[in-house]
């Protein structure tokens, strides 16, 4: 214990510092924390409530929902939401959540969980609520196949037994399987309507019960959707929570009867939505309550923002790059959106020069086949990746004379147009938001200065 209250003061310390200095958005004292003492997650007290929320695709969005929620209702609480979502980011979090005395002082603590590393941390920190947004194709290097990420969470419940309750997504095939020994709850959507495109894949290819074939009645997006296997019981489980109904043009959801807002008019962000108010009113707040809330919200700044200029909307609007399911999604949406519109590929990692990408295969997973659409007049991109997406794109059938590859990122400005379009959109790697921030203020500074004659 001694290390413990050693390791929890000095890196109180180090957070006071990064606090005064107007840099708090960081997870270097949590790092100090489990340096001095690597049980810290173990012996660090926890508040009445804490929910960890995890899974491939819509984790920062998700938390963030359900933390603000909380604190518009009056509660305190602890959570890093710049989305440090590994061991150090968790010591943070939960070190913001206690005095010198290691007493709790707030309410809840939220944290936004790695799920490759969640049965190495989870344990220790024995959250209440797990939520499981859903496990799709990710990094190849790094998370290799879903059954790996499936595997790690899934160890993770078994550990922690039935005094965790599992949040599940009922659509997924893959992780609503989850948690056999916990308690489960389930969110789940009906046919939004949304008429998906032909995916090259899917992320569930077989029955994981059988090997039988895997059919669907609907499809919100890639392996998502109402499923059943030809061969046995494995088929959706009921849903909890249902949207019954969801008019992503409206922006609003039905839920067990009770119409929502949502955040945006995108598909995957209509789950997040219907997976926060699941966990919410799982928690018992009222329809209303969260309701209101809801029709004060946007998508998080560092996944979408927009500035106006000249009659063109200029957006910034994340896009993993190595993740096949989440890049083909906005890629859809792209397709979807009705505007005329030109789009610039910023989703080249920064990575050192000797290794300036993980790997390649992942651009040939994921639909670029969506980009070759009429509305889509132009896309550019640039970097040192730049001629592998240029053939990605033509092997996709976009035609040659509506591709813009450029090697210095710099010159991108040069070639976005500002006639004939109503919009423009960055999608970038969620690593670089600044980089994609500063990449749309060039645009729109470029346009202003006259731009393309």
């Known amino acids: 214990m001694f290390r413990f209250y050693v390791a929890l003061w000095a890196s109180k310390l180090m957070l006071a510092f990064y606090t005064l200095i107007k840099q708090p958005k960081t997870d270097l004292p949590g790092l100090l924390a489990s340096k001095i003492c690597p049980d810290f997650l173990s012996y660090i007290h926890k508040p009445a409530l804490t929910i960890t929320v995890t899974g491939t695709n819509g984790k920062t969005t998700t938390s963030t929902l359900i933390n603000d929620f909380l604190k518009s209702a009056g509660l305190t609480t602890s959570f890093n939401e710049w989305g440090a979502n590994m061991q150090a980011g968790y010591s943070v979090n939960l070190l913001r959540g206690v005095n010198l005395f290691n007493k709790p002082k707030v309410d809840c603590s ?61 659509n997924d095939p893959i992780s609503s399987e989850l948690g056999k020994g916990n308690r489960r709850i389930y969110f789940g959507m009906a046919d939004a309507r949304t008429n998906p495109f032909v995916n090259l894949g899917k992320d569930i290819a077989i029955c994981p019960r059988c090997g039988g074939k895997i059919t669907y009645d609907y499809r919100h997006y890639r392996h998502i959707g109402k499923f059943r296997c030809e061969n046995c019981d494995f088929k959706t489980p009921h849903p909890d929570y249902m949207a019954e109904f969801t008019d992503l043009n409206d922006r609003t959801m039905t839920i067990s009867g009770h119409e929502y807002p949502l955040i945006s008019d995108t598909i995957f962000n209509a789950f997040n939505v219907l997976a926060a108010v699941a966990i919410l009113r799982e928690l018992g707040y009222r329809e209303n309550e969260i309701s209101s809330f809801l029709s004060t919200q946007k998508v998080t700044d560092i996944r979408e923002t927009c500035v106006e200029y000249n009659g063109i909307e200029y957006y910034t609007f994340a896009a993993k790059s190595q993740n096949v399911s989440a890049a083909s999604t906005v890629f859809e ?31 040939y997973e994921t639909d670029y086949e969506f980009l070759n659409d009429p509305k889509i007049k132009r896309v550019i991109v640039g970097g040192h990746m730049y001629l592998n997406h240029k053939l990605r794109l033509l092997l996709a059938g976009v035609p040659e004379d509506r591709i813009v590859a450029v090697e210095d990122e710099a010159d991108i400005p040069l070639y976005v147009d500002q006639y004939g379009i109503t919009k423009v959109y960055v999608l970038y790697e969620t690593d670089c938001v600044t980089k994609a921030l500063n990449m749309r203020d060039s645009i729109v500074s470029y346009v202003k200065e006259g731009g393309r004659k």
Not at 136 to 142: E, G, I, M
Not at 345 to 363: C, R, Y
Request: charged share 30%.
């Open 110 to 170: 939220i944290l936004e969980a790695d799920e490759l590393t969640l049965d190495e941390n989870m344990p220790k920190i024995k959250p209440d609520y797990i939520l499981v947004t859903n496990i799709c194709k990710d990094s190849l290097r790094r998370n290799g196949h879903p059954e790996n990420i499936y595997n790690h969470i899934e160890h993770t419940l078994r550990i922690l037994g039935d005094k965790t309750t599992a949040v599940l997504n009922a």
């Open 333 to 363: 949406y792209m397709a979807k959106e009705p505007s005329d519109k030109d789009v610039v590929l910023l989703m080249d990692e920064v990575q050192d020069k000797n290794h300036p990408t993980e790997t390649l295969s992942w651009l």
